[in-house]
């Protein structure tokens, strides 16, 4: 396993599940209306990682509702099974630097996830598979 591997095993993924219980706790309704949105199918999300533009790393996250069970490194296989547009394929393009700056503000986005995101949204760039 290499260093951003573990950056994404080891710290991204339990990053995010602290901050998913941070909003949980703040705003139980959303979270129970997007995870009964996502329950009961086979949902992945992508996440590819770039160093100074260039791709360094590729992943795919396994969903349950809105729990991280499986992620695997290496490949970018999206797959979203949305009642209204069908199967999307989102994935999100992310230079490390700015994941590294997002972990290390967790006490921010633990706070206020609604306000501390806006400040990292210009440094991620979603995008569908065709």
Known sequence: ????????LDQFVPFRERVL???REKHPYLLSMINAFLANKENR???Q??????????????????????????????EVHH??????KPYVLVERAALERMIADEAAFSA?????????????TIKFFG
């Open 1 to 8: 396993m290499n260093d951003l591997d573990r950056l994404i």
């Open 21 to 23: 219980a941070a909003v």
């Open 45 to 47: 999300v992508g996440m």
């Open 49 to 78: 990682v770039t160093e100074n533009g260039q791709v360094v790393g590729e992943y795919t996250f396994h969903l349950a509702g809105i729990q991280v069970v499986k992620t695997e490194s290496g490949k970018l296989e999206s």
């Open 83 to 88: 009642p209204f547009l069908g199967v999307v």
């Open 112 to 124: 206020d996830v609604f306000a501390a995101l806006p400040k990292y949204l210009p440094e991620l």
